[in-house]
Each structure stands twice: as structure tokens, then as C-alpha cells.
């Protein structure tokens, strides 16, 4: 597995923005995904935002017009811009990053990497 650190969570008030940032700590061959999921107490955790290797987007329809997924390649981080927040997007957030890593062996072996979770706040 490839390790992912992410950063940026915190609390705000209603209507603020946040940026959330997870980079993987080696270096990666090839993306096939990266995202972002969150999970609120008591709930599944579920998605709010993909990007492919290929940089189509995916976005639940809850955050579609406040939240931006991007990626910045040369460093292996995936970023959430998060505004206009609201009371629901509460929860702790999960960066997801699958691909194919350098190997010293033959080939290039797949990994698919969780961060460890960073908590968004919201407050009314």
C-alpha cells in the first residue's frame, strides 16, 4: 500500500471554505482514480468527489457547484476546494487514491490507498 497524508480539515462557520489536501508518499506510476469520501456519525461513508487518470470529474449531486476536485500530477496530491459549506458536510473526510506504483521487481503493482481521515466542521 502507498501511503496517503492528508491535510486542511477544521471547523468553520456556515457558508466558509476549506481546502482539503492529500499527497501519496512515493512516487506513482500511473493514476487510475483519486477522491474524496466522508462519513458522519451514525451514516456510510459515501462519496463526494472523484478524478479519473484522464481528469473526468464525478461529483455527488449534495456538493456539486461548491466543491472542486483537482490533482496536481507532479506531486501526487489530490485537493478538495470546499465553499459555501454547510452544517451537513460535517463528517470525517477519506482521500482514495488507486494506481500503479514503481517497483524494483518486474511490472508495476496496483495499489488502492486510503488517508487516514481528516474532520470538517461546520457550524449553523
Known amino acids: 500500500q502507498v501511503p496517503l497524508v492528508e491535510s486542511g480539515g477544521g471547523s468553520v462557520q456556515s457558508g466558509g471554505s476549506l481546502r482539503l489536501s492529500c499527497a501519496a508518499s512515493?512516487?506513482?506510476?500511473?493514476?487510475?482514480?483519486m477522491g474524496w469520501y466522508r462519513q458522519a456519525p451514525g451514516t456510510q461513508r459515501e462519496l463526494v468527489a472523484t478524478?479519473?487518470?484522464?481528469?473526468?470529474?464525478n461529483y455527488a449531486d449534495s456538493v456539486k457547484g461548491r466543491f472542486a476536485i483537482s490533482r496536481d500530477n507532479a506531486k501526487n496530491t489530490v485537493y478538495l476546494q470546499m465553499n459555501s459549506l454547510k452544517a451537513e458536510d460535517t463528517a470525517v473526510y477519506y482521500c482514495?487514491?488507486?494506481?500503479?506504483?514503481?517497483?524494483?521487481?518486474?511490472?508495476?503493482?496496483?495499489?488502492?490507498?486510503w488517508g487516514q481521515g481528516t474532520q470538517v466542521t461546520v457550524s449553523p
Open positions: 478524478i479519473t487518470g484522464s481528469g473526468i470529474t
Open positions: 512515493v512516487s506513482i506510476f500511473s493514476i487510475a482514480e
Open positions: 482514495n487514491i488507486r494506481g500503479r506504483v514503481y517497483s524494483t521487481g518486474p511490472g508495476y503493482p496496483t495499489f488502492d490507498s
